[in-house]
């Protein structure tokens, strides 16, 4: 689960971690206001005025509803110099917060990260303004490879951290967390000080990144980024913006952020998988895939992508699967117009491949799919399942291999396509 900038900060002020003072705005009058509390409290009138949206990049995003496709075009391929104004606006006085909420409020931002659909503004944070000297990235996240938690840092932070990543790696340091002794005091200082800090920023940085480390742990976080930390012109450590996400299976212990969900920032597919304790995730192609287990999910993904075409979802029905999830499952998948054909691949271990096909029968019939449909099994009760299958009269495609349940999707989606060609109902 993800939450807004403005709430990874409510969770990290509430967990004892400094940040700069801010308000939520929904409205330009309440930017505005907000604008004029920040400069009675700081004695400055200069305000940040940020998007609030689930997606990075939002610096150097442009409002769709004023840019050209070129310019568009030109944020999705991370270009420098792209004209226009972004999805955050360093502004002087309450005037200038309205203004600047008038134009974000309501209107879509193209991220690098949004794709060309972009994310619609629904709120703002507006942020006290403040000198910054230096900019650093921090990540935290579970290294899955050393079970153990990694805290990643670059003297190359802000907006340019993807390209440090992708052509110079070397620039990013990192550190793992014994999980029991916990971060030491000393490996904070070692990054300070490899980042090049001295004097009493080094305390400074220590003690934040002490402090973000426990908000990471304390809330069951996957991944806390800080992008930029921000050393002051007086040398002192802040985190500028707040990224949390967080392990959706320890959230029964933290109600309170269960209620900063936002669904609005999510696709109504993925909302009503979560009701069906579905793994989905939307994405660009075209083909659907019901699958379980993330490992063969993956799997079923790459080799659709090695016969040509594109995957519509990630979709894990999970060991345990029954009837009712399948069919749920198929649901999902077909509400999206995108979809032109659909591939279930299953290994029955404890999920039986009968109990499978009884499911994918029953949910053709109740959605009256018109995508072909293709579907390979294997595993437990493979033969009764291929049986239920072949006995049913509908038209579904059996496959033996994943290879061979590739070939025959994409080559029925393609004829499909062919004999559809204004697009057709799914």
Same mark, same amino acid.
């Given at each position: ?30 930017? =505005? $206001?907000? *604008?004029? =509390? ?9 305000? #940040? ?42 502004? /002087? ?7 600047? &909420? /008038? ?7 193209? !991220? ?7 994310? /619609? ?9 403040? =000198? ?6 921090? %990540? ?25 990543? %992708? ?22 200082? $070692? ?9 009493? !920023? ?106 040509? %075409? ?6 894990? #029905? ?46 053709? =019939? ?28 509908? &038209?579904?495609?059996? *496959?033996?291999?994943?290879?061979? *349940? ?21």
């Amino acid at each position: 689960m993800k939450i807004h900038e403005y709430q990874g900060k409510e969770v990290l002020r509430r967990l004892g971690v400094p940040t700069l003072e801010g308000f939520v705005a929904f409205t330009p009058a309440e930017a =505005r $206001e907000a *604008a004029k =509390r920040l400069a009675e409290s700081t004695g400055s009138p200069v305000v #940040v005025v940020k998007s609030q949206v689930h997606a990075g990049g939002r610096g150097k995003g442009r409002i769709k509803e004023h840019s050209t496709a070129e310019v568009l075009a030109q944020v999705l391929r991370g270009e420098d110099g792209v004209a226009g104004k972004g999805g955050v606006r360093v502004v /002087k006085g309450a005037d200038a917060a309205e203004e600047a &909420a /008038k134009d974000l409020l309501g209107n879509t931002l193209v !991220t690098k990260q949004t794709g060309i659909h972009g994310s /619609k503004v629904r709120k703002v944070y507006v942020e006290a303004g403040c =000198r910054i000297a230096r900019e650093i990235y921090l %990540a935290i996240l579970m290294d899955r490879s050393k079970a153990r938690v990694l805290i990643m840092c670059s003297s190359e932070g802000g907006t340019e951290i993807e390209e440090v990543a %992708a052509h110079t790696p070397e620039k990013i340091l990192k550190v793992w967390v014994d999980p029991v002794a916990g971060l030491g005091g000393w490996q904070a200082r $070692e990054l300070a000080f490899a980042l090049g800090m001295s004097g009493k !920023t080094v305390n400074s940085f220590a003690k934040l990144v002490g402090g973000l480390y426990k908000a990471y742990d304390a809330t069951d976080a996957s991944m806390l980024e800080i992008n930029p930390l921000i050393v002051t012109e007086t040398g002192e450590c802040l985190p500028l913006d707040a990224k949390m996400t967080f392990d959706d299976n320890g959230l029964y212990r933290h109600p309170e952020i269960v209620e900063m969900r936002d669904l609005d920032e999510e696709e109504p597919q993925e909302i009503e998988a979560s009701r069906y304790d579905l793994s989905y995730v939307k994405l660009d192609g075209e083909i659907g895939c019901l699958v379980n287990g993330a490992g063969l999910a993956m799997a079923t993904m790459d080799i659709i992508k090695f016969y040509g %075409a594109e995957p519509a979802n990630f979709l894990d #029905v999970g060991g345990g699967a029954n009837k009712e999830k399948v069919t749920a499952a198929f649901k999902i998948i077909t509400a999206d117009p995108a979809v032109k054909g659909i591939l279930v691949n299953i290994f029955g271990g404890i999920m039986k491949c009968d109990v499978i096909a009884e499911g994918v029968l029953a949910a053709v =019939r109740e959605t009256g799919l018109q995508v072909p449909l293709v579907v390979r099994l294997e595993g437990t009760n493979v033969d009764l399942g291929k049986k239920i299958l072949a006995e049913s009269g509908l &038209a579904v495609i059996p *496959a033996d291999t994943m290879a061979d *349940a590739a070939e025959k999707i994409v080559s029925a989606v393609n004829a499909y396509k062919a004999a559809h060609p204004v697009g057709g109902a799914s």
